[in-house]
């Protein structure tokens, strides 16, 4: 449906061609109507309106007025001139300002209906090439990103297979010398999509190129926004504007000068290596790879001291730890040396407290360790402090409950405790819940002190335990086999019949009669 709006001081001419236009045209157009060109300018910036219809003489804001003002707008309406007065000078200004037809009133239907029926053939013919053109730029920039990222994706690419790809993306302009960007935006302030956020990046960009000056711009297979131009301006330029616009937190690593096509991939590095000092920097803005790339490798991690830390979960000695912690993880010193350092104690950490964890308490330590999965990669963080703090909870939860299982262990009272009700209600609805419950024990610490107590999961325990009292029954008692499984605990004779002979290698029924054979 057309947006078209009727400009007109007399109320009964504007009312009058409503009418008129819809009999003739239904459903086709929503109205708008103004009673000057002030009013009529209003509703085009709110309601976007596509068609307008106008008289000239008008009080506040006259037609001709109108139509000087619409030009300037960004979507320029289609515009009708109707007027009571055959003037050469009207018709003049109209040719100046692109106005697609000068009817005269009194109106006459039939010129009405032709020139409306004229008018959106040919907007229909102009939106139908505005839609193939659109699809044709974006399947052009598809197939730039497409050649883009198959370089970025591939380890092994040779420099010629490089320039093979790039040219092949009509990019030769690249061998004139470039700049690469890699944008990161804060997650609290991502834009709902990655056509908004281009939307607004280009609309930046458009305001800063200089005629006809090359770039590009496509997101790599992490999601991030790459950008390729020729002036180092644009990238300080780019992340001052979204910054000053307050459009989201933009963080941009920035590669040196390349002069070659085949240099691309290792400036994309660059700006890559560089984007990965925002960790230690809290502000936002461009970090230049020359800027970071002489930083001190010269480095010994402390691994002894991540070690000892991991010899210290299950103790009592939570403020030594922590101290530790803020000696391992010293800022100061992390941020004198190149980023791998930190990486470097990030793997440590990984493999000798978290997988170590995993190693010796298995599936049941899985719900504690649930937070290492943001945890085990410091690039999950947009600041130091936030992988710190993230670190040290969790080593606090894995302290406490590697505490509870050593205590558990010296003492198994509470085990015995459960394995007397586990006795005692075998043969109800029972879940390992309801037991670590009824001990008054953590569900994962129960898990697993339960595990290391018998040898096995509560799970393979109550199966074993069913079947031991429905072998003693088939042996003691002539009842019928699914009442046998009733009362043992299992939901329908089906799976304890499959239980029953996964765990004897006879079926219930076979089971009691080798029993009965032997008497």
């Not at 708008?32 to 008289?55: S, Y």
């Not at 300002?97 to 005269?104: D, I, P, S």
């Not at 493999?351 to 943001?374: A, H, M, N, T, W």
Request: charged share 30%; proline share 2%.
């Amino acid at each position: 449906m057309r947006k078209l709006l009727i400009v007109d001081d007399e109320q009964n001419i504007r009312f009058g061609l409503k009418a008129m236009i819809d009999r003739q045209f239904p459903g086709q157009y929503a109205f708008f109507l103004a009673g000057d060109g002030a009013e009529a300018l209003a509703i085009h910036e709110r309601e976007r309106v596509e068609l307008v219809i106008t008289d000239i003489r008008m009080p506040m804001m006259d037609g001709i007025q109108l139509i000087n003002r619409l030009q300037e707008s960004a979507d320029k309406p289609v515009v009708v001139i109707l007027s009571g007065h055959d003037d050469f000078q009207y018709a003049k200004e109209a040719i100046r300002n692109e106005v697609k037809e000068y009817l005269l009133k009194p109106i006459v239907r039939e010129e009405l209906f032709q020139t409306l029926t004229r008018l959106e053939t040919e907007r229909k013919r102009q939106d139908e090439w505005a839609l193939k053109s659109f699809f044709s730029e974006r399947m052009r920039e598809d197939f730039i990103a497409g050649q883009f990222n198959y370089v970025l994706i591939h380890d092994t690419i040779t420099p010629g297979e490089i320039r093979e790809h790039l040219a092949r993306a009509d990019q030769h302009w690249l061998d004139e010398g470039y700049y690469v960007g890699l944008l990161k935006i804060s997650e609290s302030r991502q834009p709902d999509n990655r056509i908004e956020l281009l939307a607004k990046i280009d609309s930046l960009l458009q305001s800063m190129l200089n005629a006809g000056e090359p770039h590009v711009r496509f997101y790599d297979k992490d999601n991030r926004l790459v950008l390729l131009a020729g002036r180092e301006e644009l990238f300080t330029g780019l992340a001052a504007q979204i910054q000053d616009r307050n459009f989201f937190t933009v963080r941009m690593g920035m590669s040196e000068r390349a002069s070659k096509m085949e240099q691309m991939k290792t400036a994309y590095g660059q700006a890559a290596g560089a984007l990965h000092y925002f960790l230690l920097q809290t502000t936002p803005g461009v970090i230049r790879y020359s800027a970071v790339k002489d930083r001190d490798k010269a480095y010994t991690l402390p691994v002894d001291e991540v070690q000892k830390l991991a010899n210290m979960l299950g103790s009592d000695r939570e403020a030594e730890m922590k101290r530790l912690l803020l000696h391992i993880l010293d800022i100061k010193t992390v941020v004198r040396y190149d980023i791998g350092y930190l990486e470097g104690i990030s793997r440590a950490i990984n493999e000798l407290i978290f997988d170590k964890v995993y190693q010796l308490y298995g599936e049941e330590s899985i719900e504690i360790l649930k937070p290492y999965r943001e945890a085990g990669n410091i690039y999950n963080f947009d600041h130091f402090h936030d992988y710190f703090h993230s670190v040290e909870s969790l080593l606090e939860r894995l302290n406490h409950y590697i505490r509870q299982i050593r205590t558990v262990h010296r003492d198994p009272k509470e085990i015995h405790k459960a394995l007397d009700y586990i006795h005692a209600h075998y043969q109800e609805n029972l879940n390992m819940a309801m037991v670590s419950n009824h001990v008054s024990l953590n569900y994962t610490y129960f898990s697993q002190a339960f595990k290391e107590y018998t040898g096995e999961s509560f799970v393979a325990y109550l199966r074993k335990l069913r079947i031991q009292k429905a072998k003693e029954l088939l042996e003691g008692t002539d009842e019928k086999v699914y009442e046998i499984s009733n009362q043992v605990g299992f939901e329908n004779v089906k799976h304890f019949t499959r239980i029953f002979r996964e765990m004897e290698g006879v079926t219930p029924l076979e089971y009691r009669a080798q029993k009965r054979l032997l008497l």
